[in-house]
């Protein structure tokens, strides 16, 4: 779809791509839109011409009603008949395009959001971490369900009122050819300042997407159960609905300015259109008592006027909201037309198994910062052996796993897994070779078991995969107790949904990532957070007894945990400044074995914090 151009050329694709889309939605309520917009535009017309027969027969039959007017009294039912059909008509193909609205505005509006949902699965991890990405989202997701709707009812209602406009000028010029100029002049200067209008809401409406994203923002939080301890317990409620009314007033001002505007210099122009019809009723009146046209061409061509002149309004002023469609249908384009610059090879496995995974020198710097969050970083992991990544607050543990797993590409320098570099694998077949538990894990409102299958798509719905996995997990024992088993929904979004610890949901994510086939390498970031220290244990002794020749790298500030690593990776300020195994790296005295004396000393009491730092001084 390309609609960004300011041209009618990129109008005209725009109305032509809906009205695909309408196709592809609902061919058949499409279709029976065109038949309903031509017979709803011609039979009025057709229904005025039969009028004017009717009045003529009357006035012909009036002055015989003394003697017997027997004569006219078939050809007087017969149109009134066929009149009373014509009308008939109308009313059914109005009903019936009304039926066809409705079914196309479901229709489009879930294509639509079909579309965007689709489109947003295949941006990057840095795509959604970009507030002008959001903003684009935004104005995509605004208006998703109604513009492409309107456009596809705009392109009907003029062509509706075009085919209107053409039946009543091929009568009118029977009339003048000036009566015709005068009904399409007299609504062009409404149009014009509709679309002045149209315009200046538009920029307004582009310029308000970050405010309005925080009022979306604001509404999650006082709303939503996840925010709902910290909203009451801080008191935030009154000072958060305080930001909301202000952002609220400022947004009805500014629209409520640009609408008085709009309905004034509106119903100003508008009384143009009034003045010329009644320009013509004077003229045409005139006329009939000038015996020049008679009673039954009079009343038709007051009908036959006042229909073209609806015609000509109502479509410019569809014309002039499809222009508004239009403007906001470009930001759809935008969105869907975002660039996604994934490198993705073809390679479903690497060359040599017994590689394991290999990072070579990788360095990496988010966008605007100047300070890399990684330099030079260097390691790997062989079948079978399980790593801890070491350090603290923002030493970019976090941003070295996602590099790994390809949710952010590779800038400089090199990953290997399986002896193969990860950007020669196909994307989909290498992230399917992780098996993830993020410390932010998703708590997904579906059942248990749906929960947990989401770690291997393949097989969600797969009842013994999710008791094998939840077992792995430590969760089977707790799940089983549920209400339904399984099938318990989680969560208390919906209706029945049973809520869990914390440390019950983290072991529902550890059990999502036993999902993954058995040599998926485990990522644990932070993995047993909400975990009580025996469960914590639990974990790792269970993925060091199972792991056969799956790899694992862990992230975590347990050191008692750490220390089951078969080596450890330190890093400090995106550097690896350290690595080995536990016991080398104490005997090492470097970061390692300082930051696990203090973790130790504050076990112990505060009071073994100072031998700590004594043996350090001396060590120094």
């Known amino acids: 779809m390309s609609t960004t151009g300011s041209n009618g050329g990129g109008r005209i694709a725009a109305s032509l791509w809906v009205l695909r889309l309408a196709f592809r939605a609902a061919p058949r309520a499409t279709i029976a839109m065109v038949i309903c917009t031509i017979a709803i535009g011609v039979l009025p017309a057709a229904a005025a011409y039969v009028g004017k027969w009717i009045v003529d027969t009357v006035v012909l039959a009036l002055p015989l009603r003394e003697t017997g007017w027997g004569q006219y009294k078939p050809t007087l039912w017969m149109l009134v008949a066929l009149e009373g059909s014509l009308i008939g008509l109308l009313v059914a193909a109005q009903r019936a395009q009304s039926a066809a609205q409705a079914i196309l505005k479901t229709r489009i509006a879930n294509r639509v959001a079909e579309m965007i949902l689709a489109k947003a699965t295949t941006l990057e991890l840095a795509h959604f971490e970009d507030p002008e990405v ?76 970050p405010e309005q994203r925080e009022q979306a923002y604001l509404e999650a939080v006082l709303t939503r159960e996840d925010f709902a301890k910290e909203v009451k317990l801080y008191e935030l409620a009154e000072p958060l609905l305080d930001r909301f009314r202000t952002i609220a007033l400022r947004i009805e001002q500014e629209e409520r300015a640009i609408t008085l505007r709009r309905n004034w210099w509106g119903t100003l122009l508008n009384l143009i259109g009034t003045a010329a019809f009644y320009l013509a009723y004077a003229w045409i009146v005139r006329r009939t008592v000038n015996e020049h046209l008679t009673l039954g061409q009079m009343t038709m061509y007051l009908v036959i006027f006042r229909q073209a002149q609806q015609g000509v309004t109502q479509g410019l002023a569809s014309l002039g909201m499809m222009l508004d469609d239009h403007l906001y ?120 078991g749906e929960n947990v299958g989401a770690g291997d798509v393949e097989h969600w719905h797969d009842e013994q995969r999710w008791i094998d996995a939840a077992k792995l997990g430590l969760a089977h024992e707790f799940v089983s107790e549920l209400p339904e088993g399984y099938h318990t929904q989680l969560g208390k979004w919906f209706k029945g949904g049973q809520e869990l610890s914390g440390g019950q949901w983290q072991k529902i994510a550890l059990s999502r990532a036993f999902m993954r086939e058995r040599d998926a390498i485990l990522v644990l970031d932070e993995p047993t957070s909400a975990l009580d220290p025996d469960a914590e244990v639990k974990i790792f002794e269970h993925v060091q007894q199972t792991r056969g020749q799956r790899m694992a790298l862990l992230i975590s500030h347990r050191f008692g945990s750490v220390r089951m690593a078969d080596r450890i990776v330190v890093l400090d300020e995106g550097r690896v400044v350290e690595q080995g195994p536990h016991d080398a790296l104490m005997e090492n005295e470097g970061l390692y074995a300082r930051l696990f004396k203090l973790q130790a000393a504050g076990y112990l009491g505060r009071n073994s914090l100072a031998p700590a730092r004594e043996a350090d001084d001396d060590a120094s």
């Open 329 to 448: 249908l470009r930001d759809l384009e935008s969105f869907l037309a975002l660039p996604v610059t994934t490198i993705t090879g073809t390679k479903t496995e690497g060359r040599d198994p017994s590689a394991g995974l290999v990072v070579k020198n990788l360095s990496f710097t988010y966008p605007g910062a100047t300070v890399p969050a990684l330099e030079n970083v260097s390691f790997a992991i062989a079948p079978g052996e399980i790593i801890a990544l070491v350090g603290q607050n923002g030493s970019g543990k976090t941003t070295l796993i996602k590099l790994i797993t390809r949710l952010y590409d590779v800038p400089r320098g090199r990953i290997f897994l399986d002896g193969l570099d990860v950007c020669e694998w196909d994307v989909h077949a290498l992230r399917h070779r992780f098996a993830p538990v993020f410390q932010d894990f998703v708590r997904f409102r579906m059942k248990a």
């Open 134 to 209: 959001h903003d684009r989202l935004t104005r995509a997701r605004r208006d998703a369900g109604v513009r492409p709707y309107n456009l596809v009812t705009g392109v009907f209602v003029v062509s509706r009122n075009l085919v209107t406009l053409a039946a009543s000028i091929v009568v009118l010029l029977g009339l003048s050819w000036w009566a015709v100029l005068l009904v399409v002049l007299a609504g062009l200067p409404a149009f014009v300042a509709e679309l002045s209008f149209s315009q200046q809401i538009f920029d307004q409406q582009r310029k308000r997407t």
